[in-house]
């Protein structure tokens, strides 16, 4: 069994001769509705696989993102891959199958994946058979439900977590390991990147605009109305089909983040879209040419597949994004923020190297005596949307305390101040949080508990002797006197 994607813009690019023909296989995709990125899975005779094909096909109708729908298709295919090993498949696997694929994936691979890992890859697999019981391919699921679980879970409960950074180990990751610095701020002849104002951009405009790796990552130049904006003015960018779960919000883009993405356009960018400017030719009738910019009304015109299109930006998905381009005086140039050799829009996989780059920089360059201490685990572009809300959290909250210091409530506020003015409320909209529950997680990391520690076992560490029993009691004293005071 062999896994295949519907790609409808290289049905132009097939050699003479093979199969039906372009115009003819272009007319079949539209007429069956089969969604660009929508997973195939073909027997040795190249046949669809049943009924594995058809549910990713309904996936893909309900409009999965192709990043989404190529994950999925990766898990599906390795379960199938191990059940085939077995003499079984996904009519006929048995509570047994799954416990011994759950323990080969956490337990007896070479590297066991990781509690959250195998935590999306169930729920991947729980959805799967749903779907088989409700369409009738099997009787019932293949495990039996004791309190609500079954075996694919690990008895483990979730909670989301929050790494947030301090002010100098941003500083560091942006300058030192996006931007090739020294630790003490001077120049490194020895560093090698090529894009350290693209690097140290994206991280500046991920930590103060709080957008998650897909939001920033696909912005479009139109967007942060390039070329029309007057110094020093913010931007407000509608989010929609690149944020998670589709949730519309607006994301406030503070001057001091498009500043160093001005910085970026201007000293890198310009040189890498007209460097690509050939090899963008080279793909001209796959890519979506804009002819005119709605700002606006945040719409984009142009040409795409031989027919004239107008989309709203915030609908534009990040594969359309990614073809988005429009022609200047040097010949097409991308649309998108951020763009790598060859002009395209960087794609997840990218961003985790450069991000894997810049953690091995750090790590290197962590014995220098300006250097913060790094935690063990590399940093990711989502804890800086971790540091964002924490740190609008922080500020909110004193705002409040300092109004209510300022002039006292006579009584409870009303519901229409609560909504305006409480700092939950207002991060979980700037965040596009589901629910509040997920926003009073951060309440946890307002203050942190070390430095309670360094100050409760302080004065124990400069006697010479002390034990380990005197200083805890030493810390409980401190704690029962601060809570009678």
Not at 5 to 13: G, I, S, T
Not at 83 to 101: I, P
Not at 388 to 397: A, G, P, T, V
């Amino acid at each position: 069994m062999d896994l295949y994607f519907v790609r409808p813009r290289l049905v132009d690019h097939l050699p003479a001769g093979m199969g039906p023909g372009p115009v003819a296989v272009r007319q079949l995709l539209e007429h069956r509705a089969i969604p660009d990125g929508t997973p195939v899975f073909l027997d040795e005779q190249m046949r669809p696989v049943d009924p594995i094909s058809s549910w990713f096909r309904r996936l893909a109708v309900e409009r999965r993102d192709p990043e989404t729908l190529r994950c999925y298709a990766y898990i599906t295919r390795r379960l199938c891959a191990f059940l085939a090993e077995r003499g079984s498949d996904l009519l006929s696997v048995t509570e047994a199958d799954l416990l011994a694929y759950r323990a080969a994936r956490t337990e007896l691979q070479d590297v066991p994946v990781d509690n959250e890992t195998w935590r999306r890859e169930a729920s991947v697999l729980n959805s799967l058979f749903t779907w088989l019981v409700e369409e009738g391919h099997l009787r019932r699921r293949p495990f039996r439900m004791h309190n609500q679980s079954n075996p694919l879970n690990l008895g483990i409960k979730h909670e989301m977590k929050i790494r947030h950074l301090a002010l100098d180990q941003y500083l560091y990751f942006r300058d030192v390991g996006m931007g090739g610095q020294l630790p003490d701020g001077g120049v490194d002849v020895t560093f090698r990147g090529w894009a350290p104002h693209r690097h140290r951009a994206a991280v500046e405009l991920a930590l103060l605009t709080g957008m998650r790796k897909q939001e920033w990552s696909t912005l479009l130049l139109p967007e942060l109305t390039e070329g029309i904006r007057r110094p020093g003015d913010p931007v407000e960018v509608m989010l929609q089909a690149c944020a998670k779960y589709k949730k519309r919000r607006v994301v406030y883009v503070p001057p001091a983040a498009l500043e160093m993405v001005e910085t970026y356009l201007l000293m890198e960018r310009s040189e890498v879209a007209a460097k690509a400017a050939k090899t963008l030719a080279r793909w001209h009738k796959d890519l979506f040419v804009v002819t005119d910019v709605d700002t606006a009304h945040g719409k984009l015109s142009g040409v795409l597949e031989g027919r004239r299109r107008t989309f709203a930006i915030a609908a534009m998905p990040p594969r359309l994004r990614r073809l988005a381009v429009r022609e200047s005086d040097g010949g097409l140039e991308p649309l998108a923020v951020f763009i790598g050799h060859g002009g395209r829009m960087l794609g997840p996989s990218s961003w985790d190297r450069v991000r894997e780059d810049a953690w091995r920089r750090m790590a290197e360059r962590s014995r220098a005596s300006t250097a913060p201490v790094l935690p063990n685990r590399p940093w990711r572009f989502h804890d800086l949307r971790h540091t964002f809300c924490l740190q609008l959290l922080k500020y909110l909250m004193r705002l409040v305390a300092d109004r209510e210091a300022a002039s006292p409530s006579t009584g409870l506020p009303t519901l229409g101040e609560h909504i305006a003015f409480n700092p939950l409320l207002v991060v979980q909209r700037r965040m596009g949080h589901s629910s509040p529950a997920t926003t009073y997680l951060y309440l946890r990391y307002l203050e942190d508990p070390m430095n309670y520690v360094d100050a409760a076992f302080a004065q124990w560490t400069e006697h010479d002797g002390a034990t380990y029993a005197e200083i805890a009691r030493g810390a409980l004293a401190e704690e029962g006197h601060s809570s009678a005071s």
